[in-house]
């Protein structure tokens, strides 16, 4: 049972260090112009911490028999004074490799006085395997959209730092002491510019709108309160960023990264997928499927009622589809015709 106990106030102080249980909408910054977001407040296990964002980063190109992908936490840990490596992560250490043999190859190519685009077709198994095993780096959100949804919003580690200075910037100017506030949050646009990975740019501003105040119109802050009504559905549609990844043991890792196609592995470590694969024939397993986390697919539970209503008014359709076919039917009309002559 969630209480209103579950959803936490921002903690601003605290630097941010670091579990599933949805499987509601997932958003980025995919296109250009604005994304205006409510910042929602920390939620289950990052309540009690005050933690509203959190910086994951996840190693995918794991899949499990159900050919789902499998993302886990990179446990590589670096002494942010010396820059060096105080723990390994048998994955990392997998990706260096790859990095450093196609540098090296590229280098040969180089020399080879290939052309760039003889190297680029060359070079094209390199940038397959980078894409496969991608290192995500990215904060995460619970954000409420303008149209009342809420959902998870990820975005760049750039892009963050911008909302963070402008959540700080209005903390100082004590124009909102409470920007993520559960009481009294603000409204953020994340305004995008460029498709690409060197050219986008994300400007964080505060969303302001003009009132009338005495007569005359004022810009203040578009106002984040949140009602009875969201603060109840926050209690089931938030996401809890705090254990949505899995945790490995560099045992596991070093399992995973030994054995990078072996789905079985992948099972053992992760769990037998509760999803039948795609081309399985016996893709009916609808409760499951809403079971598991990854999964983004709207399912309906054949049981629930309104299910069973549809079916019924499917019934229904098809019966009167049935009974208006019979008076169209030529023939019938005919003989109609024929006896009312
Ligand atoms: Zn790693």
């Not at 605290?14 to 250009?32: C, I, Q, V």
């Not at 904060?139 to 911008?162: C, H, T, W």
């Not at 990078?260 to 024939?281: C, L, R």
Request: charged fraction near 35%; hydrophobic fraction near 30%.
């Amino acid at each position: 049972m969630v209480t209103n106990n579950d959803i936490g106030e921002a903690n601003y102080d605290s630097s941010f260090t670091k579990r599933p249980n949805s499987n509601n909408a997932n958003w980025s910054l995919n296109t250009e112009g604005s994304h205006p977001y409510r910042v929602l407040p920390p939620f289950g296990s990052l309540a009690s911490s005050g933690q509203w964002a959190k910086y994951e980063r996840l190693h995918w190109g794991f899949y499990a028999s159900n050919k789902k992908q499998r993302p886990f936490r990179c446990v590589r840990r670096i002494d942010s004074k010396t820059k060096t490596v105080i723990q390994e992560c048998p994955q990392c250490l997998v990706i260096d490799a790859r990095f450093e043999e196609g540098r090296n190859y590229r280098e040969t190519l180089i020399h080879q006085k290939k052309s760039q685009d003889e190297i680029k077709l060359l070079m094209e198994k390199y940038s397959t395997w980078n894409r496969r095993f991608n290192t995500e780096k990215r904060y995460f959100m619970n954000v409420l959209r303008p149209d009342g949804q809420i959902g998870r919003l990820k975005i760049s580690k750039e892009a963050f730092m911008d909302l963070r200075a402008e959540v700080d910037k209005l903390r100082r100017s004590l124009e909102h002491t409470n920007p993520v506030g559960r009481d009294d949050g603000v409204w953020f646009d994340f305004h995008r510019t460029g498709m690409h990975i060197d050219d986008t740019k994300v400007k964080v501003t505060p969303v302001y709108e003009t009132v009338n105040m005495n007569g005359r119109p004022a810009k203040v802050l578009k106002d984040g309160k949140l009602t009875p009504e969201i603060m109840e559905r926050m209690k089931t549609e938030m996401f809890d960023l705090g254990v949505y990844y899995r945790d490995l043991s560099r045992d596991e890792i070093q399992r995973l990264a030994d054995a990078p196609d072996d789905s079985e592995v992948v099972d053992s470590i992760f769990g037998a997928p509760v999803t039948p694969a795609p081309s399985d024939p016996n893709v009916n397993e609808f409760k499951e499927m809403a079971a598991e986390n990854e999964s983004e697919v709207e399912t309906i539970d054949p049981n629930s009622d309104e299910e069973l209503a549809l079916v019924a008014k499917l019934e229904e359709l098809r019966r009167i589809k049935k009974d208006v076919k019979s008076t169209v039917d030529p023939k019938v009309f005919f003989e109609h015709y024929k006896a009312n002559k």
